[in-house]
Nanobody, 129 residues
Framework: QVTLVESGGGSVQAGGSLRLSCVLSGPSTVEYSSRCMAWFRQLPGREREGLAQIPPTASPDYVGSFEGRFLVTRDNSKKTLYLQMNNLKPEDSAMYFC????????????????????WGQGTQVTVSS
């Protein structure tokens, strides 16, 4: 059974930083290393949107303007995915989710919720002005 648990959310003032973590339980580190992982966020009343995905053995693939302020990394030995968020803005306030695909590479050129098979419960980020 695959379980994802996010942590690191909280309240921060505009311009601040947060680092979110997502730990995967169930599969071995070898199997974790073979999965495409991603971060999404969801604002109230809005659809879940992809921020970035990171293939098993390649550089992250960011969606639109998130590259630069957001940095996605993974530590396969710890089965952990990270999202470093810098220069946060009030419009970044949302529930942040990590997700995993079945073993294999990422979908090329897109970060869609429908492409991901396992989800965490989310961690709330609130940015005040």
């Amino acid at each position: 059974q695959v379980t994802l648990v996010e942590s690191g959310g909280g309240s921060v003032q505009a311009g601040g930083s947060l680092r979110l973590s997502c730990v995967l339980s169930g599969p071995s580190t070898v199997e974790y290393s073979s999965r495409c992982m991603a971060w999404f966020r969801q604002l109230p009343g809005r659809e879940r949107e992809g921020l970035a995905q990171i293939p098993p053995t390649a550089s992250p693939d960011y969606v639109g303007s998130f590259e630069g302020r957001f940095l996605v990394t993974r530590d396969n030995s710890k089965k952990t995915l990270y999202l470093q968020m810098n220069n946060l803005k009030p419009e970044d306030s949302a529930m942040y989710f990590c997700a995993a695909r079945q073993p294999g590479t990422c979908r090329i050129g897109r970060v869609w919720p429908s492409d991901y098979h396992y989800w965490g419960q989310g961690t709330q980020v609130t940015v005040s002005s």
